[in-house]
Structure formats: structure tokens, C-alpha cells
């Protein structure tokens, strides 16, 4: 059974950094790729950063660009997005997701979800 689990999410002052972690558990896919996604309360659910192609290719949303960075681990199955400069616009609960795909956009389906995150950035 496959398991998505993402980790580091907390609280931080506007302009500091945080760290989320998502590992997927119980896959042996030849192709992979994993996104992030988020959903403030009230909200619809958005997508931050994309990582494909092997790791070799990453896609950001506008809100998000210049500083969050989505990174591979050693193993293929573990994706980072590191968070810098927060705003409080960025607090939401934030989802990592998996695709059984060498290819991943905002727009396609995901195979599986983790249960989320949450990240609370305080002005």
C-alpha cells in the first residue's frame, strides 16, 4: 500500500523559512513525479511547485516564485520545498502529491495525497 507523508510544517514570522518534507512509502514505480499544492480556509486548493522529469525539471506558481524551491532527495521517492521569504498569504495547509507519471503539471490528476501540512505565517 502506498503511503504519502509530508512533514515540517509549522509556524514562522513573515520573512523567515520552514522546510516541508514528503516522502512516498510502499512504491515501486519506474516514473514519479510529485507536486505541492496548498489550500487556505476558505479557499480552492492551488498548486505551489512541481517536480518531473526525473527530478531534471520544476515548475512554480507566480505567488511562489523566486522564493519557495522544490529539490529531490537521494532517494527519488522524497521531495523538499523549501520555503523562504514567507508572507502570511502563504498560511494554508499544504499537500504533497504523487503522480505515477515522468511527467506532473497543476493540471493533471494525482494518483496519491498525503494528509497535509499545516503552515501558519504570522505578519
Known amino acids: 500500500q502506498v503511503q504519502v507523508v509530508e512533514s515540517g510544517g509549522g509556524s514562522a514570522q513573515a520573512g523567515g523559512s520552514l522546510r516541508l518534507s514528503c516522502a512516498v512509502i510502499g512504491s515501486s514505480f519506474s516514473d514519479i513525479c510529485m507536486a505541492w499544492f496548498r489550500q487556505a480556509p476558505g479557499k480552492e486548493r492551488d498548486g505551489v511547485a512541481v517536480l518531473f522529469n526525473g527530478g531534471g525539471n520544476t515548475y512554480y506558481s507566480d505567488s511562489v516564485k523566486g522564493r519557495f524551491t522544490i529539490s529531490q532527495g537521494i532517494a527519488k521517492t522524497t521531495v523538499y520545498l523549501h520555503m523562504n521569504s514567507l508572507i502570511p498569504e502563504d498560511t494554508a495547509m499544504y499537500y504533497c502529491?504523487?503522480?505515477?507519471?515522468?511527467?506532473?503539471?497543476?493540471?493533471?490528476?494525482?494518483?496519491?495525497w498525503g494528509q497535509g501540512t499545516q503552515v501558519t505565517v504570522s505578519p
Open positions: 502529491a504523487v503522480r505515477r507519471a515522468w511527467y506532473c503539471s497543476f493540471g493533471v490528476e494525482y494518483n496519491y
